[in-house]
Nanobody
């Protein structure tokens, strides 16, 4: 129903910056929330940032507060993740995700039902 395409991953030194992009297509009118998850080797996939599409309200994990910023471009059905002051522990595969079904007010939790292919972010020390 919703297709997500990511770009912007790569290799960067600690303290550097990267900007990830995710563009949605298909039934984009059904999107409640878009966000970014990451999964490091041997770790669970965790939410990093998320944005409620209709309002622009955001959620951000404590580990990236003050360093990462999520934004949206409504005309392009896109979200962006600006990552600054990157640390080696930020190394992970980053996945764009969308939520098209919401129970109650769980805009940032529960099942995200559309996923991008993932883009590798590697931060060297």
């Amino acid at each position: 129903q919703v297709q997500l395409v990511e770009s912007g991953g790569g290799l960067v030194r600690a303290g550097g910056s990267l900007r990830l992009s995710c563009t949605a297509s298909g039934r984009t009118f059904s999107i409640y929330t878009m966000g970014w998850f990451r999964q490091a080797p041997g770790k669970e996939r965790d939410i990093v940032v998320a944005l409620r599409w209709s309002t622009g309200s955001t959620y951000m994990a404590d580990s990236v507060k003050g360093r990462f910023t999520i934004s949206r471009d409504i005309t392009r059905n896109a979200i962006y993740l600006q990552m600054n002051s990157l640390k080696p522990e930020d190394t992970a595969v980053y996945y764009c995700a969308a939520k098209t079904q919401v129970s109650g007010t769980n805009y940032y939790t529960g099942t995200f039902d559309s996923w991008g292919q993932g883009t590798q972010v590697t931060v060297s020390s």
